[in-house]
């Protein structure tokens, strides 16, 4: 890859659920509100004042197990246990309609590696006590009602969000319960400022996902008419798109040839779609960057290739573009030729080299863990990968918390976690203000001979707003 590609990543404060598709209306509860998400305004939840101090009466300094110095562990967990949820969507029901794709239980897999995690000191010598709490996708609200769950019902110390928490929930547990969070997605900008050092993410902030692309592909956007493509529905971003992409293209003096937003209404965009169809056409669109979520993008796409307009999509992981999952919803010839830009490592297979060391340490270390052998290719290896990557980041922010545990020490723990490597993801890594882990990105392709992505050149630096 072109190592002009990929801006230098600037340290400091840094400031995606599928949408709503034509064909399933019923998915638009599959996230949180979008006024929500992008909005700044969050439901109205009470703050117990127990979350934030979960742990801060136990003394790390004067427990058997630790460093009398420093309070790091140095063996098993012998504190008091803190609550560690685990937050997720059950996403059973959409994936068999063929709107996401399937996962593995979590259960035994977090079960079996916070146990593990306890074995080699927990939390700053707190041991791990696991709870998984789970949000119904076609009930709107269910995911604050978790997060109420996890926060004041289970007195949760830390808050884990995985495969597509953000929005409601994130307000909910970081401001309205002032409880720490980790996602393993990216939030708007204005979440990290308003969780006041409350929630780390492994991806960039969406801004970030969003310049990527135009960052990555700025050649390819400077020879030909592209548009720039969302929604108004949940996993659209289109509010990242008005007050930081369009701005930031017009600083760039790259002018798109049309913005489409798409409603979030399955009957509304419907009517939406043959209008700005015919606007591409007239303007010779040939590119488009796409940010809104999955489902909205996928039935323009079916739409776009049955009008026989010809487009090339690049992407990033706003909203999850650069992932298998689009391959479910786009048409394929409508995808050949994708490109994406994301901080992930998938694509290996389709570039025909090695698995990631890091990705097979994880499948081996919990397939021994639960007495199964686990496959680059399981579905296991969904449940195992969000288990490995949170319980490693948990072990070393702990191990760099100074006094007692709470969540002041901890949000000051990882913004000294500068360097950490997990699985199926490029450089990892924090600062101080600094609340997004991810460092490096590569280019992925999609191609129709293999229906499948394939990863392109090396990692190189994030771009960071």
Same mark, same amino acid.
């Not at 630790?66 to 309070?71: E, I, L």
């Not at 996602?183 to 993410?201: I, K, M, Q, W």
């Not at 081996?364 to 288990?387: F, N, Y």
């Not at 392709?445 to 190189?460: A, I, P, R, Y």
């Given at each position: 890859?072109?190592?002009?590609?990929?801006?230098?990543?600037?340290?400091?404060?840094? %400031?995606?659920?599928?949408?709503?598709?034509?064909?399933?209306?019923?998915?638009?509860?599959?996230?949180?509100?979008?006024? &929500?998400?992008?909005?700044?305004?969050?439901?109205?939840?009470? @703050?117990?004042?127990?979350?934030?101090?979960?742990? /801060?009466?136990?003394?790390?300094?004067?427990?058997?197990?630790?460093?009398?110095?420093?309070?790091?562990?140095?063996?098993?967990?012998?504190?008091?246990?803190?609550?560690? #949820?685990?937050?997720?969507?059950?996403? !059973?029901?959409?994936?068999?309609?063929?709107?996401?794709?399937?996962?593995?239980?979590?259960?035994?897999?977090?079960?079996?590696?916070?146990?593990?995690?306890?074995?080699?000191?927990?939390?700053?010598?707190?041991?791990?006590?696991?709870?998984?709490?789970?949000?119904?996708? =076609?009930?709107?609200?269910?995911?604050?009602?978790?997060?109420?769950?996890?926060?004041?019902?289970?007195?949760? $110390?830390?808050?884990?969000?995985?495969?597509?928490?953000? /929005?409601?929930?994130?307000?909910?547990?970081? +401001?309205?319960?002032?409880?720490?969070?980790?996602?393993?997605?990216? #939030?708007?900008?204005? $979440?990290?400022?308003?969780?006041?050092?409350?929630?780390?993410?492994?991806?960039?902030?969406?801004?970030? @996902?969003?310049?990527?692309?135009?960052?990555?592909?700025?050649?390819?956007?400077?020879?030909?008419?592209?548009?720039?493509?969302?929604?108004?529905?949940?996993?659209?971003?289109?509010?990242?798109?008005?007050?930081?992409?369009?701005?930031?293209?017009?600083?760039?003096?790259? +002018?798109?040839?049309?913005?489409?937003? =798409?409603?979030?209404?399955?009957?509304?965009?419907?009517?939406?779609?043959?209008? *700005?169809?015919?606007?591409?056409?007239?303007?010779?669109?040939?590119?488009?960057?796409?940010?809104?979520?999955?489902?909205?993008?996928?039935?323009?796409?079916?739409?776009?290739?049955?009008?026989?307009?010809?487009? @090339?999509?690049?992407?990033?992981?706003?909203?999850?573009?650069?992932?298998?999952?689009?391959?479910?919803?786009?048409?394929?010839?409508?995808?050949?030729?994708? %490109?994406?830009?994301?901080?992930?490592?998938?694509?290996?297979?389709?570039?025909?080299?090695?698995?990631?060391?890091?990705?097979?340490?994880?499948?081996?270390?919990?397939?021994?863990?639960?007495?199964?052998?686990?496959?680059?290719? !399981?579905?296991?290896?969904?449940?195992?990968?969000?288990?490995?990557?949170?319980?490693?980041?948990?072990?070393?922010?702990?191990?760099?918390?100074?006094?007692?545990?709470?969540?002041?020490?901890?949000?000051?723990?990882?913004?000294?976690?500068?360097?950490?490597?997990?699985?199926?993801?490029?450089? &990892? /890594?924090?600062?101080?203000?600094?609340?997004?882990?991810?460092?490096?990105?590569? +280019?992925?392709?999609?191609?129709?001979?293999?229906?499948?992505?394939? !990863?392109?050149?090396?990692? *190189?630096? &994030?771009?960071?707003?």
């Amino acid at each position: 890859m072109d190592d002009t590609r990929f801006a230098p990543k600037r340290r400091g404060r840094r %400031r995606s659920c599928g949408a709503l598709t034509l064909s399933a209306a019923l998915l638009v509860a599959a996230c949180s509100t979008a006024a &929500v998400d992008e909005g700044g305004e969050s439901s109205d939840a009470s @703050t117990p004042d127990t979350a934030s101090s979960a742990a /801060g009466d136990s003394n790390g300094s004067d427990v058997d197990g630790t460093d009398s110095a420093t309070g790091t562990p140095t063996g098993p967990a012998t504190l008091e246990p803190v609550t560690v #949820a685990v937050l997720y969507p059950d996403v !059973s029901v959409a994936a068999e309609f063929g709107f996401a794709e399937e996962i593995a239980d979590l259960g035994p897999a977090f079960e079996a590696v916070m146990a593990d995690a306890n074995a080699r000191g927990g939390i700053a010598g707190h041991p791990i006590d696991i709870q998984l709490v789970e949000f119904d996708l =076609l009930v709107a609200g269910d995911s604050v009602r978790a997060c109420l769950t996890a926060t004041q019902d289970l007195g949760a $110390f830390v808050v884990l969000g995985t495969n597509g928490v953000f /929005g409601d929930p994130i307000s909910c547990v970081t +401001e309205q319960n002032e409880t720490f969070m980790i996602t393993d997605d990216g #939030a708007p900008e204005e $979440f990290y400022d308003r969780a006041d050092g409350r929630l780390v993410t492994l991806l960039p902030n969406k801004t970030e @996902t969003q310049v990527a692309i135009i960052e990555a592909f700025r050649t390819e956007l400077e020879a030909a008419p592209f548009a720039v493509f969302s929604s108004f529905d949940t996993g659209g971003d289109n509010v990242t798109v008005e007050r930081h992409l369009l701005p930031y293209l017009a600083e760039e003096q790259l +002018e798109p040839a049309a913005v489409v937003v =798409l409603d979030g209404d399955a009957d509304v965009a419907a009517s939406q779609i043959p209008i *700005e169809i015919e606007r591409l056409r007239d303007a010779g669109v040939e590119t488009i960057v796409s940010t809104a979520g999955f489902f909205s993008t996928g039935a323009f796409a079916q739409a776009l290739a049955a009008a026989d307009v010809d487009v @090339t999509w690049i992407g990033s992981d706003a909203a999850g573009f650069a992932s298998d999952l689009y391959a479910t919803q786009m048409e394929p010839t409508q995808l050949d030729g994708a %490109r994406g830009v994301t901080v992930r490592t998938f694509g290996w297979q389709g570039a025909g080299i090695d698995e990631p060391v890091r990705r097979v340490d994880c499948r081996e270390r919990v397939g021994e863990l639960l007495g199964i052998e686990i496959g680059p290719d !399981s579905l296991d290896v969904t449940a195992a990968i969000p288990a490995c990557n949170f319980a490693d980041l948990l072990v070393a922010a702990g191990e760099l918390v100074e006094g007692d545990l709470d969540t002041a020490s901890l949000s000051a723990a990882f913004q000294r976690l500068d360097t950490i490597e997990l699985a199926e993801f490029g450089a &990892v /890594g924090f600062g101080p203000d600094d609340f997004t882990g991810a460092q490096a990105a590569r +280019e992925v392709v999609w191609s129709l001979d293999c229906m499948c992505w394939s !990863s392109v050149g090396d990692f *190189e630096p &994030v771009y960071d707003t």
